[in-house]
Structure formats: structure tokens, C-alpha cells
């Protein structure tokens, strides 16, 4: 019997990866690692009342203190919805607050607040749990080599991008 070359390979000589990705099989292992880890990031992160992403805004302030809404859309790369978005809940939460800039009133200054910063010990505490989570198998010389990895593929994606820090 022939086989027939329009029929979909078997799955089992594919290494398990879907037909279309065969020509991209890191693409699809990064991709399915990123999901897996901000999976498991959104359930550590909702046990402090955390929504996935909202942790990077609050760690841009923590570090930036008072900045304008619009340098932090900016500073997070996303839609300015999404972010005024994050800003209510995290507002509603009392994390943040934003208020008139002196300097130009039109303009909105976004600064975290006293209460956040319980939140900024536990957000440390999460992420070295993920780390380690994330990183169980791996001996430090493995771990030194993925982060020298990841580098030089994120160093490639933003070139690519056209959105390389400085650049």
C-alpha cells in the first residue's frame, strides 16, 4: 500500500510539534514555555490580587518613582487602554495613585503608594518562587548558560523588532 503525501504526518514522527511549526521548532518551544510561565505567574500573582502585567507597572514605579501616565504607556508597550485600565484597578486597590503634573496640568503623574509597598516585598517573593520553579532541574552552570541563551535570542528578537533599549 502507498502512502498518500497529502495525508498529515503521524504525529509520532513529528516529535509531537504541529505540522506547521516542523520549520520553527524553537519558535514553538519558546512559545509554549511563555504561556506556561505566565500561566503560572497569573496564579501566584492573583494570590497578592495581581492580574498578569500589572507587577511589571508596579515594579516600573517602584524603581522610577512619579512618572507621567504617558512615559509609563510608553515604559510598558502597551495599548493606552490597557494600561489606564491597569491603572483603575490598581488605583481601586490603593497601589497606585495619580494626580495632576504641577508642570502641565493636562499631563496625569502616576506614583505608587505607601500601602504598595508591602505588595513590592511579596511581587520579590513571587517571582524568586517562580524562578525556582521555573529553573528546579537546572544546576547553576546550566542556569548561567539559558540566561546567556535567552540574551542573545531577546538581543536578536529586538533588532528585529526595531525596539532595542538605547536604540
Known amino acids: 500500500m502507498q ?3 497529502n495525508a ?3 504525529p509520532a514522527c513529528t516529535g509531537g510539534l504541529p505540522s506547521a511549526a516542523l520549520g520553527g521548532p524553537v519558535s514553538h518551544a519558546v512559545s509554549r514555555v511563555a504561556r506556561l510561565h505566565r500561566m ?3 496564579r501566584l500573582l492573583k494570590g497578592l490580587g495581581l492580574y498578569p502585567g500589572q507587577e511589571f ?3 516600573h514605579l517602584w524603581d522610577n518613582g512619579a512618572v507621567r501616565q504617558a512615559e509609563l504607556i510608553k515604559a510598558m508597550d502597551l495599548d493606552p487602554s490597557t494600561v489606564t485600565k491597569m491603572l483603575q484597578r490598581l488605583e481601586q486597590a490603593g497601589h497606585v495613585h495619580r494626580r ?3 508642570g502641565d496640568r493636562r499631563a496625569v503623574l502616576v506614583e505608587a503608594t505607601e500601602r504598595s509597598c508591602a505588595l ?5 517573593d ?6 525556582e520553579h521555573t529553573l528546579a532541574d537546572l544546576d547553576p552552570a546550566e542556569r548561567a ?3 546567556r541563551l535567552l540574551a542573545k535570542v531577546e538581543e536578536n528578537l529586538c533588532h528585529q523588532a526595531g525596539d532595542c533599549p538605547g536604540g
Open 120 to 124: 513590592r516585598a511579596e511581587v520579590r
Open 145 to 147: 548558560e539559558l540566561i
Open 126 to 131: 513571587a517571582w524568586s518562587g517562580l524562578e
Open 100 to 102: 495632576p503634573d504641577p
Open 57 to 59: 507597572l508596579m515594579m
Open 3 to 5: 502512502a498518500d503525501s
Open 40 to 42: 503560572t505567574a497569573g
Open 8 to 10: 498529515p504526518a503521524d
